[in-house]
């Protein structure tokens, strides 16, 4: 294996993490392939095929020499995260614009992969709000 298709496993990863954050946090499976598809042309993938439903993803995505490389990921939970949505597409509109590094990437979605959900306070709040329909 050469340097070239370490890097496109890599790559292809780190389109399949902003996947699945942005499917576990809630968000529509088409937002979520198009937000990969924008990150896929970004690192210079010639073509991304991805099939996206509500438990997983798999990806195929090939470079302009060729290369290509397929994984699926799961996604096991769903939990509603407007923030870590929010996050994966303003990271996302910066990868677009080429500005950043693939260390700079990988560090950031980890970075929101572990964001806190709502705090134990606002969903106590908004329980109470939804039994008693104040």
Request: some cysteine.
């Amino acid at each position: 294996m050469n340097n070239e298709e370490i890097m496109t496993g890599v790559e292809l990863e780190i389109i399949l993490k902003a996947g699945k954050i942005l499917l576990s946090s809630g968000a529509e499976i088409s937002r979520t392939e198009d937000t990969m598809n924008y990150i896929a042309r970004a690192m210079n993938f010639k073509d991304l095929e991805a099939y996206v439903s509500n438990r997983g993803i798999f990806a195929t995505a090939k470079k302009a020499d060729g290369t290509e490389i397929t994984r699926i990921c799961n996604v096991p939970e769903v939990d509603i995260n407007l923030s870590k949505i929010e996050s994966v597409n303003a990271l996302s509109r910066r990868v677009t614009q080429k500005n950043i590094t693939i260390e700079e990437i990988e560090s950031e979605l980890n970075q929101i992969d572990t964001m806190s959900d709502y705090s134990f306070f606002l969903e106590i709040s908004s329980l109470y709000v939804r039994s008693f329909g104040l």
